[in-house]
Nanobody
Framework: VQLQASGGGLVQAGGSLRLSCAAS????????VGWFRQAPGKGREFVAA????????YVTDSVKDRFTISRDNAWTTVYLQMNNLKPEDTAVYYC???????????????????WGQGTQVTVSS
């Protein structure tokens, strides 16, 4: 399984981007799918995820009023809609997936088996 993250770019503060994560060879049905980010000089940070049940989305508090995670009905792509972007959102954004992840590990990047290559998001002030 390979994950492909896309949609990053350069945007001014207050702008929006939508990131996409697609899997080759498998759909995301029954998978936990998460978005993480890593800013320069900082550790990896959980942003948002769907658990394996695919129901309720989980979004970290620092972005929950601006970011939304969603998926298509065919379970082929998971999106991260980012609105009102701020310079502190600048990071490489990664999607990750795991078909056996337990709920308690949803925010733990080390627990995911599959990772995309990352997409750069740069927000200028």
């Amino acid at each position: 399984v390979q994950l492909q993250a896309s949609g990053g770019g350069l945007v001014q503060a207050g702008g929006s981007l939508r990131l996409s994560c697609a899997a080759s060879g498998r759909t995301f049905r029954n998978a936990a799918v998460g978005w993480f980010r890593q800013a320069p000089g900082k550790g990896r940070e959980f942003v948002a995820a769907f658990s394996r049940s695919g129901g309720r989305p989980y979004v970290t508090d620092s972005v929950k009023d601006r970011f939304t995670i969603s998926r298509d009905n065919a379970w082929t792509t998971v999106y991260l809609q980012m609105n009102n972007l701020k310079p502190e959102d600048t990071a490489v954004y990664y999607c990750a997936a795991d078909w056996a992840l337990i709920l308690s590990s949803l925010r733990n990047g080390d627990a995911y088996d599959y990772w995309g290559q990352g997409t750069q998001v740069t927000v200028s002030s």
